[in-house]
Every structure is written in C-alpha cells, then in structure tokens.
C-alpha cells in the first residue's frame, strides 16, 4: 500500500529545540497539504502545496514554522524554536489536482515538546 | 471563514441500533461537504462527500448523509450500526471556490463506541 508516509511517527523535544518532519506523498499526487491536531479537536489547516509552489497558508502558521516542498515530491515542515503550546499531531495529506480530489491523510508525526 | 459544529462528543451505542451524528456549519457561501472517519489506530479517511445535486449521499460502509441547505446541516446517519464502526467521525467543510478552497474546516470530531 503506497499511501502517504510521514516520519518521524513519535518526536519528543525540550522547549526551544527545532524539529523537522518529513511527508512522502502519494507518487501521482501533486498536491500535498499540512493540518495539525491537538488533542480533543479536529484537524486545522496549516498550509497547501501545487508541486513546488506554497499556495495557502494559514495564520497558524507563525513564523516559526516553515514548510518546503523543493522537488514537487516530498515536503518538510520545520518548527523552530519550539514551544509547549506546538504539542500535537502533524497531518500530511495528498490529492491529485482536479476538482476537489479526495484527500488521503497520512498517519501523522506526535510532536510532544517538553 | 468556515466553521464546523459537531453536538455530540461522545456516542455510545448497542450494535444494530441506528446512528445519527449531527454537523452544522457557518459559512456564507456554496461549501462542499464532507463527513471522515479515523477508526483506532488508522489514518483519517473519507466516508463521504457532497458537492451538489442530489443532497442525499451515500458513502462506504452503508453511512449516508444528507445536506440541508435551510438548515445548514450535514447530518451523518447510519441505520444499523455494527462493533467495527467504532471510530471518530469528523465533518469536514470547504468554499467550493475561491480563496479558501483548498482549504478543509473540520469539526471537533465525534467519537463512537459500539457496544457489541
């Protein structure tokens, strides 16, 4: 089953450390997005990639944290500087570029920051 | 902006009793919607999805649900449940155009335990 991968599954860090997770997207999707989820809530949308281009990003997205997509392929979301409060599931999920494609979520990375 | 209101957090029923979980949302606009379930230990996954046309939906697993534009509901339903619909179940919305597209708003999620 080729469906989306993300890695690492678990990261714990101390406070003010950066992190970066890696998504593997589907090999036909070219578009590729990041949620977060904290515990008790739904998924929130952090940010949108066409190939290589960042489309959408939230205003959750301080400027602590970046996303990369370099080669159309696999992107990276990296949070600098880590806070407590950035605790959470990160989301990858892809689609192919019609008309409101089906997304298919990867299994996430639990990011728990000590 | 979208928002999504899930009522129920916690559903708890015997198996092969109906199931109805209830999703409004907030949005001034044309929005698809959508209903994804995570069962334990799996990714999230699309049950359904409505667009436009015929506002009642069917999805996998015999789930359907129905959109009431007056209502600003999307309702999940289900008349029989089974042990292994124990899951979460998250309704989704988006602008069907425009800025925002792309962009999925998900409720808190409804958890639902079966009971065999």
């Known amino acids: 089953d080729t469906g989306v991968s993300q890695n690492p599954r678990h990261k714990i860090t101390k406070r003010g450390q950066n992190v970066t997770f890696r998504c593997d997207p589907i090999?036909?999707?070219?578009?590729l997005y990041w949620y977060r989820q904290t515990l008790g809530q739904g998924p929130e949308f952090l940010t949108y990639?066409?190939?290589?281009?960042?489309?959408?990003k939230s205003r959750l997205l301080s400027d602590r944290f970046s996303a990369e997509r370099p080669k159309g392929s696999f992107s990276t979301l990296e949070i600098q500087r880590t806070e407590q409060g950035d605790s959470a599931m990160y989301l990858c999920?892809?689609?192919?570029?019609?008309?409101?494609?089906?997304?298919?979520f990867g299994s996430g990375t639990q990011l728990s920051v000590l | 902006a979208q928002s999504v209101s899930q009522h129920n957090h916690h559903v708890i029923l015997s198996e092969a009793a109906s199931l109805e979980l209830g999703c409004n949302y907030s949005y001034g606009g044309t929005v698809n919607l959508f209903w994804y379930v995570q069962y334990p230990g799996q990714h999230l996954q699309l049950l359904l999805k409505y667009f436009s046309g015929d506002p009642l939906v069917k999805g996998i697993k015999g789930f359907e649900a129905e959109f009431i534009k007056s209502k600003f509901s999307f309702n999940l339903r289900k008349p029989s449940v089974q042990w292994s619909d124990t899951a979460e179940y998250f309704c989704?919305?988006?602008?069907?155009?425009?800025?925002?597209?792309?962009?999925?708003?998900f409720g808190k999620g409804t958890k639902l335990s079966v009971i065999p």
């Open positions: 990639f066409q190939n290589e281009a960042q489309l959408e």
């Open positions: 999920a892809s689609s192919l570029s019609g008309f409101n494609e089906k997304l298919f």
């Open positions: 989704a919305v988006n602008a069907s155009s425009g800025a925002g597209s792309y962009q999925l708003t």
């Open positions: 090999s036909e999707h070219n578009r």
